[in-house]
């Protein structure tokens, strides 16, 4: 059974500090991960998506790694923001073999950027 | 303004009664799905469609119905048989079978009074 595991659960840091989200998951067998920023009280918004063959991926001063081998992400934030709080998940989606897939979620790490 | 609309934003519910949760995209996606999130915890999957007048049940099916009779709507209903219902539920769409982002609405939280 595929768990996904997000550390820290909570993190508080100063504006202009580079932070990095963990995320790790038992089963190598996936199609790709995802990473989704949550608001309080709102929906998900995907920021990355890797898939299985990518290493990384980059959007603005966000980057995301993959090590597929050792069932682990990082989400990379450069320079951050009072706006960068949120809670931040993860998700990966189980090979695809035609029939049926899903997503499995962590339980996310909740952001805290201080001015 | 494409997206994913979910009505209502609260609901609240006396026990043993049956709620309907909305859930509306204009997207045109084939794929919709019906997801369960509880504080401090992960997302979980109710009910997936994959196209219309089809659907499958998730991890967590039982106490929720569902039903895909238009493409654009894909309600759930949460019966007396879902023993702890009071939780934040989440529609999304995706364009299709393959593909890979899921296009989350603003969610409905649900009490049970």
């Known amino acids: 059974k595929q768990e996904v595991t997000q550390i820290p659960a909570a993190l508080s840091v100063p504006e202009g500090e580079n932070l990095v989200l963990n995320c790790s998951f038992t089963d190598s067998a996936i199609y790709n991960l995802q990473w989704f920023r949550q608001d309080p009280g709102k929906g998900l918004t995907s920021l990355l998506l890797?898939?299985?063959?990518?290493r990384e991926q980059t959007s603005g001063r966000l980057n995301a790694s993959l090590d597929k081998s050792s069932g682990r992400s990082t989400l990379y934030i450069a320079a951050s923001q009072p706006g960068d709080s949120a809670t931040y998940l993860c998700a990966v989606k189980k090979e695809w073999w035609g029939g049926s897939e899903k997503l499995v979620f962590g339980k996310g790490t909740k952001l805290t950027v201080n001015p | 303004d494409g997206g994913i609309t979910q009505s209502p934003k609260y609901l609240f519910r006396k026990e043993g009664q049956n709620v309907t949760l909305s859930c509306e995209q204009n997207?045109?996606?084939?794929?919709m799905y019906w997801y369960r999130q509880d504080p401090g915890q992960g997302l979980r999957l109710i009910y997936y469609?994959?196209?219309?007048?089809?659907?499958q049940k998730g991890d967590i099916a039982e106490g929720y119905s569902v039903s895909r009779e238009k493409k654009e709507s894909f309600p759930l209903t949460v019966t007396s048989a879902q023993k702890n219902p009071t939780a934040f539920y989440l529609c999304a769409s995706k364009l299709d079978r393959v593909a890979d982002t899921q296009y989350f609405g603003p969610g409905t939280r649900l009490t049970v009074l």
């Open positions: 890797i898939q299985s063959s990518q």
């Open positions: 997207l045109n996606h084939d794929a």
């Open positions: 469609s994959q196209i219309v007048n089809d659907f």
